[in-house]
């Protein structure tokens, strides 16, 4: 990947997350798991700058998505932003348009506590796969 995918690849490399391409969405749907754990979801658009995906799911699909030892969101290609400021703005017009609830995932879940012992899949998926579509 080359360009703003390959910054995107690069960024979500560094924080935990898988990042592939497939040419459409038919074949998007047959590379995803399809193991127990695995949660598929849409992702509005991606951040090269952070490696993050922006995700607006409705409430009855966010606890899945989010308790989900492995979540998969198809992005499509096209909706890849350069900065976190670009994606901002975006996210300010969607809610304006009554989205209610946007979130930035970036990586999979992480927190660590006063030890600073490290624990990875506490409060969101243990693995983060993005599969940028087109």
């Known amino acids: 990947m080359t360009g ?4 995107f690849a690069e960024k979500a ?3 935990g997350a898988v990042v592939t ?14 193991e127990d754990g695995d949660r598929v979801a849409a992702g509005l658009f991606a951040v090269a700058e952070t490696g993050s ?14 308790l989900a030892d492995r979540l998969w969101l198809l992005v ?14 975006r996210i300010e017009r969607l809610v304006r348009e009554g ?7 970036t990586g ?21 796969h993005v599969v940028l579509v087109g």
Do not use: K, N, W
């Open 4 to 7: 703003l995918r390959g910054h």
């Open 13 to 15: 490399a560094a924080v």
């Open 21 to 34: 391409s497939a040419a459409d969405a038919e074949t998007a749907r047959s590379a995803v798991g399809r």
């Open 53 to 66: 995906v922006a995700v607006a799911l409705p409430r009855e699909q966010r606890g899945q998505a989010l």
């Open 76 to 89: 499509p290609a096209h909706e890849l932003v350069p900065t976190l400021d670009d994606a901002l703005a």
């Open 99 to 105: 989205s209610p609830y946007i979130t930035l995932m």
């Open 108 to 128: 999979p879940s992480r927190t660590a506590d006063i030890e600073r012992a490290l624990t990875v899949g506490v409060h969101g998926p243990r693995e983060l």
